[in-house]
């Protein structure tokens, strides 16, 4: 039942920006924490940023620190990642999920979806 689409990805030139959204349902979305992941071509899946369910504290890969600003709204069960200076190497599927928490609770999580394609070239 849990349902996550993400949305606002396209093609970008070097330092270019994009701001991604999800929307969430089928579960409290103001009781938990959510990420950004991103799998880019011929690579394993990583996590890019993280968000305390409140909104309080955010995380951020090292990679993309300084440049990405992850965000949410649980009013709106959403939550967004706001990306600046963008680099070929961001190139990648973008998704938006829990962590084990949310998953040992609803394990439909773990399908993950359908993300939404970063993709950053001259």
């Known amino acids: 039942q849990v349902q996550l689409v993400e949305s606002g990805g396209g093609s970008v030139q070097p330092g270019g920006s994009l701001r991604l959204s999800c929307v969430a349902s089928?579960?409290?979305?103001?009781?938990?924490?959510m990420n950004w992941y991103r799998q880019g071509p011929g690579k394993e899946r990583e996590l890019v940023a993280s968000?305390?369910?409140?909104?309080?504290?955010?995380d951020y890969a090292d990679f993309v620190k300084g440049r990405f600003t992850i965000s949410r709204d649980n009013d709106k069960n959403m939550v967004y990642l706001q990306m600046y200076s963008l680099k070929p190497e961001d190139t990648a599927v973008y998704y938006c999920n829990g962590d084990e928490v949310l998953w040992a609770l609803n394990p439909g999580a773990r399908n993950w979806g359908q993300g939404t394609q970063v993709t950053v070239s001259s």
């Open positions: 089928g579960f409290t979305f103001g009781f938990y924490a």
């Open positions: 968000i305390t369910s409140a909104g309080s504290r955010t």
